[in-house]
């Protein structure tokens, strides 16, 4: 469904992305893993065209983006929860989703879409009302995704969903997560918690100034020593005694 070839992106003068080269296939929940400032977001922001790529190319079902403007891309069914939510603060409940789903010309199907969200999150359907700004994040992140989820994305593409979120709060958005990959919808997650976005995926990459320095499914990446002691804080691995220390 997507691949990137040898992608690499500027801000000015300073390569965000070296040769970036991965792959979603349809149906799979894809995870891309790393620390602060190694390059996932601007991932997306490629993807979606909020930046463009210097280099490389980017294809979504075959037909090539990356110099395509976000708006063209959007229509393509490919849908953005960016990092920190960015919701519409002054705006209700309501009118955001209204605004996710602004293509749709169909009032019965505007209706339809929130209802679906709605089920996802049933405390949107109570704070319809409320202006967005002050609800809890939680509560701004569910909207955010749900507003993403009102054009039917083909793909979604999830920009550190749990971030500032208490850990009850985490369980539910990835309980969540893993509700929509079930029922089809294809995902890129950029994520920091990597035990919790390795359970649910499919496959993982793992990011570093950068560039992909590992990737694999679950199992592999658990298996990775570099993984595990960068992400996991589990010390060092011996592989003949097959344990962890440190």
Known sequence: MLKLIGVETFYGKIKALHGISLKVLEGQLVCILGANGAGKSTILKSITGLVKPE???IHFKGRRIDQMDSEDIVKLS?????EWR???SELTVYENLLMGGFLLKDDDLIHERMEEAFQHFPILKKRKT???GN???GEQQMLAI???LMLKPKLLLLDEPS???????VQDIFAT???LHESGVTILMVEQNVNQALKIADYGYVLTTGKIFLSGTYKDLLEEEKVREQYLGEGKYNRRAKVWSG
């Open 177 to 179: 997560i893993k509700e």
């Open 146 to 148: 749900s507003r993403a």
């Open 78 to 82: 490919i849908g953005h929860v960016p």
């Open 135 to 137: 609800m809890s994040g």
């Open 130 to 132: 409320q202006q967005a």
């Open 86 to 88: 960015r919701i519409f």
């Open 163 to 169: 971030l500032g979120l208490s850990p009850l709060l």
């Open 55 to 57: 280099y490389g190319t």
